[in-house]
C-alpha cells in the first residue's frame, strides 16, 4: 500500500525530494550504497517509482548509478568541487551584474531584506544556509534568464554534498556575511561592475574554506 503522503504529485517526483533531503541531511552519506528494497518498504512503496526517483537524482549528480552495484550517494572529489564554484562563480557574478545594471528599486529592497534576515541568523547554521542560498535564488531570478536559473540549481544541489566543509567551517559563515554586505552595497549603488567581482570573491572564498 503507497504512502497517502505521496498522492499530491508524481509518485516518483515526491520519492526524488524525500531522497534528496535524506541525502542533504547525510541520513544517506556520500559513497554509502542505497537499499532499494529498504527504501520501498519503507515508504510504502513498490520499486518501479523508487527506480524513477533515483534517475531523477543521478541526472542532478546526487546519485551516481553503477552497473551490476546498484546506486550510491555521489562522493564529492576536489576537483569537482572546484569544477562546481567555478562555474557558479561565473553564473552568479554575471547574475550579480545584470541585477545590479536593471532591477527594480522594490527588488533591491527585496534582497536587502533577505540579507537583513540573514544578518539576524548567524546563531543558526540551518536557518543562515537556508537564507543564504534563498538570497541567490532569489537575485538569479530576478537576473531573468530561466536556463541559467535551471543550471544554478543543479550545480547548488551538488555543492550541498560538501556544505558542511565550506559554509560551516569555523569562521565562514561570518566571513560568508561580511561577502554579502560587500555584494548589496554593489547593487543598491547600482555598480554592475563591482558587483560582478564582489560575487565571483565570495565564491572564490568558499572553494577556498571547502577545500
Do not use: C
Not at 503522503?5 to 534528496?20: G, H, K, M, N, Q
Not at 541520513?27 to 515508504?43: F, H, M, R, V, Y
Not at 532569489?138 to 541559467?148: K, P
Amino acid at each position: 500500500m503507497t504512502d497517502a503522503s505521496l498522492a499530491p504529485r508524481a509518485l516518483y517526483e515526491e520519492v526524488a525530494e524525500r531522497l534528496r533531503q535524506r541525502i542533504f541531511r547525510r541520513e544517506l552519506e556520500p559513497g554509502s550504497w542505497i537499499d532499494e528494497l529498504k527504501i520501498a518498504e519503507e515508504l510504502g512503496i513498490s520499486r518501479t517509482p523508487l527506480r524513477e526517483a533515483l534517475k531523477v537524482l543521478a541526472a542532478e549528480g546526487l546519485v551516481t548509478m553503477k552497473v551490476r552495484r546498484g546506486a550510491y550517494v555521489t562522493e564529492v572529489s576536489e576537483k569537482d568541487l572546484a569544477d562546481v564554484y567555478h562555474l557558479l562563480s561565473l553564473l552568479e557574478s554575471d547574475a550579480a551584474g545584470v541585477v545590479a545594471r536593471s532591477a527594480g528599486e522594490a527588488q533591491l529592497r527585496e534582497l536587502q531584506a533577505l540579507h537583513e534576515e540573514l544578518e539576524t541568523a548567524t546563531g543558526d547554521r540551518e536557518r543562515f544556509f537556508a537564507l543564504n542560498e534563498r538570497f541567490h535564488m532569489r537575485l538569479l531570478e530576478m537576473a531573468n534568464n530561466r536556463w541559467r536559473q535551471q543550471m544554478v540549481a543543479d550545480l547548488r544541489k551538488v555543492m550541498k554534498l560538501n556544505r558542511h566543509n565550506s559554509l560551516f567551517k569555523s569562521g565562514r559563515i561570518e566571513e560568508s556575511l561580511a561577502e554579502h554586505r560587500e555584494i548589496m552595497r554593489a547593487l543598491l549603488t547600482r555598480q554592475a561592475e563591482l558587483a560582478t567581482q564582489r560575487m565571483r570573491e565570495h565564491f572564490d572564498n568558499g572553494l577556498e574554506a571547502a577545500a
